[in-house]
């Protein structure tokens, strides 16, 4: 009787649920779209509705394409780099050695850092005049000058990836490291005394038995790599000459520095169409049977 009775009222218990995700998700979505078709520069005293006219603007922009470009590049290097290296240290702190209890909390301190705070540690090190990573490879006679890391175009696509990857690392490590805490040890007991080496053990057991979370993990990268700002801001605001300019970027100087948030809006809602759109080739991409557990 207690297990038909609270079967009779799913619509109220969801009705909570309902109300969050049209506060949190509808709202902002549709007010967002709303603006993206209408005149708002914060100097003009009307807003006018100009439909398609700021998404025209947008895409003509001579700096939307190259914005575009950085940002698909960002993403697809920086999320299966982030995932690949991730793998790795979670099954590294799974594994019982010495000063694994000290190791464990300093990787994952990245996570605990903001991102503008990550952006200036990184431009610390990678300054080319004061930075940390020329004072080391000059001090052991790796180079004879000192290096523009964050001057040159691609250096600093470089050096802003690995700043990015490194905050990133430590969410994914947690990700992996509990799905590998499912796998039971005797399949790899098993496969050890079937001749399997740890390559062979790694395709044949550990991706098979985690690639949900692997493929949850990538798409979560993913979108942290086309929503990126504020570590990327830090280091080089966008420079040198737009080379590191992601459409995050964009859309926070068309709506603060240009304050024209209606362009801003239209700018949001092509991040937004686009990572979806990401996702969905990430999800077509892979095998139908990956995601189901048999």
């Not at 990700?175 to 005797?186: Q, V």
């Not at 990126?228 to 080089?236: F, G, I, L, Q, W």
Request: aromatic share 12%; hydrophobic share 55%.
């Amino acid at each position: 009787m207690q297990e038909l009775k609270y079967s009779r009222y799913p619509i109220e218990w969801l009705f909570p649920v309902v109300i969050l995700v049209i506060l949190f998700t509808a709202f902002p979505v549709g007010y967002a779209i709303w603006n993206s078709l209408h005149q708002i520069i914060l100097v003009l005293p009307t807003t006018p509705f100009v439909g398609l006219k700021n998404y025209k603007e947008v895409l003509t922009s001579p700096y939307f394409k190259e914005a575009l470009l950085n940002t698909l590049l960002f993403t697809v290097t920086t999320a299966p780099a982030t995932v690949i290296i991730s793998l790795g240290i979670a099954r590294l702190l799974l594994t019982k050695f010495f000063g694994r209890a000290v190791l464990r909390p300093v990787v994952l301190l990245p996570w605990a850092i903001p991102g503008s705070a990550a952006g200036i540690l990184w431009l610390w090190i990678f300054h080319g005049q004061w930075g940390l990573l020329n004072g080391f490879l000059l001090k052991f006679g790796i180079i004879k000058n000192y290096i523009p890391w964050l001057m040159d175009a691609r250096l600093a696509k470089l050096s802003v990836s690995i700043a990015h990857i490194w905050t990133m690392v430590p969410f994914a490590t947690i990700l992996l490291m509990a799905a590998l805490t499912t796998i039971s040890k005797e399949i790899y007991d098993a496969a050890e005394v079937d001749g399997a080496g740890p390559f062979r053990r790694l395709v044949s057991i550990t991706i098979p038995q985690i690639k949900g979370m692997l493929i949850i993990a990538l798409i979560y990268e993913c979108i942290m790599g086309l929503t990126s700002y504020d570590t990327v801001y830090s280091m080089t605001a966008g420079g040198p000459g737009g080379a590191t300019t992601l459409l995050s970027y964009f859309i926070w100087a068309e709506a603060f520095k240009l304050l024209n948030f209606g362009t801003g809006a239209a700018l949001g809602v092509i991040m937004a169409v686009i990572t979806f759109a990401l996702i969905m080739v990430i999800l077509k991409a892979i095998p139908s049977d990956i995601m189901v557990k048999e």
